[in-house]
């Protein structure tokens, strides 16, 4: 109800005669696609985790069939075998024989046959058994990853819906900029040193690219895509959401008073999030009909920062 609210019927924006009630509209979908492109990403990640899942499960599967197989190619033989031969075709040869010693040795060679044959059918039974275990855990993860993927296709229809709204509204005040996937971008000439230096140097050279939800580069990103590779840049492995970036600096937590460049910020309700490039500055990528540009952070932010990671 809230989205179809903010959505409001086709055309409505365009009837508003307005530029101050328009801009208002806009401010109201961008803070509402900020929190379902942030549903988007998050169900995006889970497919893929879940169909990375399934895949490794399912290969491990076929290896697990072949040796199943070839368990059940040799009990086959070995079952045909004691259909022509008996189960121990070599006993009537055992009793012609006067030396016992050569006896008790063939009967020891025929009960250590036995005993293979025996580890044989215990090897298939449990490979067997695990091979159930197995198809039936990579079904149940199967059927997440498809859970996951129709998630994603209803949020990618909310999120296109809003795309849609913002689009016309950023055309109608002609403030729409689609940016240039091949920006050279600008070069980082703050404080910071170290891993951090290298992550902004990243950040900085993506400037003037254009906004793209779910973007991870390298000619489009949206917010987290883009910190994501920055430090991805500089040799720290980030998880891929805004949401999921937040948890996992649960230890890393930094006081806003306290900020260096190349801290994660993030904003009030985890929808959005840019870097601190230091001297009071932030750089993001923005949302639909921008790009990724360097503002001044109380301009941008202020009272609406949750707080601030440092990697």
């Known amino acids: 109800m809230a989205a179809a609210t903010l959505l409001g019927a086709p055309g409505t924006a365009a009837a508003d005669p ?5 801009r208002a509209r806009l401010v109201k979908l961008n803070e509402q696609a900020d929190q379902v492109v942030e549903r988007y990403n998050q169900a995006t990640e889970a ?23 070839g368990l059940r190619r040799d009990l086959a033989a070995l079952a045909a075998r004691d259909y022509r031969l008996g189960s121990f075709p070599a006993w009537s040869g055992l009793t012609g024989r006067s030396d016992p010693e050569a006896v008790l040795g063939s009967m020891a060679s025929l009960d250590q046959i036995a005993q293979a044959e025996a580890a044989k059918v215990r090897a298939f039974e449990a490979a067997t058994k695990d091979l159930r275990d197995r198809r039936d855990q990579a079904k149940s993860v199967l059927r997440k990853a498809d859970a996951a993927r129709d998630e994603v296709r209803g949020e990618k229809a909310k999120v296109d819906k809003l795309v849609d709204q913002q689009t016309k509204l950023l055309r109608r005040l002609g403030i729409y900029n689609k940016g240039n996937p091949s920006s050279p971008g600008i070069p980082y000439t703050g404080a910071a040193s170290g891993n951090a230096r290298e992550a902004l140097d990243f950040a900085f050279a993506q400037v003037g690219k254009p906004y793209q939800y779910g973007g991870t580069g390298p000619g489009s990103f949206d ?18 959401t805004t949401w999921s970036q937040w948890s996992w600096g649960a230890d890393r937590r930094v006081p806003l008073d306290d900020v260096e460049p190349g801290d994660l910020l993030f904003s009030k309700g985890l929808g959005h999030m840019g870097m601190y490039a230091g001297g009071g500055k932030m750089v993001h990528a923005p949302q639909t009909g921008d790009v990724i540009k360097v503002v001044d952070l109380d301009d941008y932010w202020r009272g609406r920062l949750a707080g601030a990671v440092r990697p």
């Open 18 to 22: 307005s530029p101050a009630k328009a």
């Open 223 to 240: 917010c987290s895509g883009l910190v994501q590779a920055a430090w991805r840049a500089a040799g720290v492995e980030l998880p891929r």
């Open 47 to 69: 497919h893929k985790k879940a169909k990375k899942a399934y895949d490794a499960l399912d290969a491990e599967l076929g290896r697990r069939s072949a040796r199943a197989d």
